[in-house]
């Protein structure tokens, strides 16, 4: 997916009356990949916003029509996401506190330095790139998030999605297989989102917690009187989801009579209660979802085969964090951001030494624990950048490398270094390096240009 702009090049506009300084400011500004563009008023600057894309307005404060600070309270007004620098002949402290104040996100003093100059352009153009690459991961996520509820992009998720996509509206059951953490249960959502059920009770039950006597209360609910304690009638959880979804989790766990009690009622779609004898009609669509092989358990005996069968008229299977190692990054990216937003931080990049460790690591609680070790760094990490140390410790000797091996590197060796992994991990896409790394994509090209990577 690709946001509108994304690829284009940074445009300036420069807004100045002063033939002289528009031509050296063209100069220095031709020395780069910018797209500079020059006006003289701030009418024709005001009647060309909207028409052209501008990200960066450099604008002298007075001028021959209008004010630059009443220029600036109209640009930011009609788009509060142009990034303005304030330019002046005379240096008043007072007018770049104003500048500044309303909105201006830097301010220069004529004549200006070529160096000043250039300085305060990519401090803007960062910003601007920054933000445009972070919408855009934003709406990555939250459009797969909305799709199927699984963060990914392998072919195993895409196919899981289609699967999901395809079944969602059908009235079928669903049997979903996977081990511990691999989001079984973000599975079953995302079939009730997407089915004509939406919007009837979701009802979720894990098997494996309870004995089997109650099981059956809660799944069947009970009569009052129906055994010692049962003052009052109570509607079970398969009542309760009449119309909707019940999702039954560890189905793997529950006894064979239970299963037995169940198979009857997908069968039969009426429900008993404890102690009643008029059997309610039951309309409910199960997904049922288990980390263990349930054939094998059948063949065992120790899973009935026609409860089995009922079950999975449609399976889908999980593939382990271990399988999917390249929606690592992508991962990675989304729970920092998760994270970032619940404890109020701006955590924007992983260190080379953290990023070697999350790589290879194996992840034996799969996604539920890479999202415990990014919560644990997000939370630990106090300058904007995941540490090795802001890892666990029974993971931390996981790295390729210890950080001793880059003692007589120059920081280039380190930087390519770094740059190099982080594109082989998320093969090649540039806009989410560009995220892990904490780069505008425009800086990111250009070193890639520079250690002859492209």
């Known amino acids: 997916m690709r946001i509108e702009g994304a690829d284009k090049k940074f445009s300036i506009m420069l807004v100045d009356d002063d033939e002289m300084f528009c031509r050296r ?66 240096s008043s402290v007072d007018s770049a506190v104003t500048a500044i104040k309303n909105g201006a996100g830097n301010y220069l003093c004529k004549p200006i330095k070529r160096h000043d100059l250039q300085l305060v352009v990519q401090a803007a153009r960062e910003k601007v790139l920054l933000r445009r690459e ?3 991961l934003r709406d990555v996520l939250d459009t797969r998030e909305e799709s199927f509820g699984i963060i990914g992009q392998c072919r195993q998720i895409r196919e899981i999605a289609e699967t999901i996509k395809k079944i969602a509206p059908l009235n079928c059951n669903v049997l979903i297989q996977g081990d511990t953490g691999t989001g ?3 599975a079953a959502k995302a079939v009730h989102k ?22 059956a209360n809660e799944l069947f609910g009970h009569e009052k009187g129906a055994f010692t304690g049962a003052t ?7 009542e309760a989801g009449h119309g909707g979804t019940v999702f039954l989790d560890e189905i793997g766990e529950m006894s064979l009579a239970m299963q037995a009690k169940l198979l009857h009622v997908i069968d039969e779609k009426r429900i008993l209660r404890l102690g009643s004898t008029v059997p309610l009609d039951l309309d409910i669509r199960i997904i049922a979802a288990t980390n263990r092989n349930l054939r094998e358990l059948a063949q065992r005996g120790r899973f009935r085969e026609d409860f089995y069968f009922r079950l999975n008229v449609v399976g889908i299977h999980l593939p382990s964090l271990v399988e999917r190692k390249d929606d690592l990054p992508l991962l990675i990216s989304h729970f920092i951001g998760k994270y970032n937003r619940r404890f109020a931080k701006n955590i924007i990049t992983v260190s080379s030494e ?10 034996p609680g799969n996604i539920r624990e890479l999202e415990n070790i990014i919560q644990r760094a997000v939370a630990l990490s106090e300058d904007g950048t995941i540490q090795a140390r802001h890892l666990p410790q029974d993971i931390q000797h996981f790295s390729f490398e210890s950080a001793d091996n880059h003692v007589l590197q120059s920081l280039a060796e380190i930087e390519q270094e770094h740059i190099t992994k982080v594109l082989r991990f998320t093969g090649g896409d540039r806009r989410l390096a560009s995220t892990i790394l904490g780069l505008p994509r425009t800086t990111l090209w250009r070193r890639m240009r520079q250690y002859g990577l492209e």
Not at 38 to 63: A, F, N, T, V
Not at 195 to 214: H, M
Not at 232 to 238: A, C, E, T, Y
Request: proline share 4%.
């Open 194 to 215: 997407q089915s004509n059920r939406k919007n009837k009770p979701l009802i979720i039950f894990n098997c494996g917690g309870f004995a089997e006597d109650l099981i």
């Open 134 to 136: 972070n919408r855009w």
């Open 184 to 186: 079984k249960q973000l």
């Open 232 to 238: 009052s009638r109570k509607i079970g959880l398969l």
């Open 25 to 90: 400011v063209e100069k220095i500004i031709a020395d780069g990949d910018d797209n500079l563009q020059i006006c003289h008023s701030g009418k024709e600057l005001l009647s060309r916003i909207g028409r052209e894309p501008i990200d960066l307005i450099l604008l002298d404060l007075q001028l021959p029509d209008m004010t630059g600070l009443q220029i600036l309270d109209l640009v930011k007004t009609t788009n509060p996401e142009i990034e303005v620098i304030m330019i002046t002949g005379h």
């Open 354 to 363: 953290a990023l070697d460790i999350l790589m290879s690591y194996d992840y």
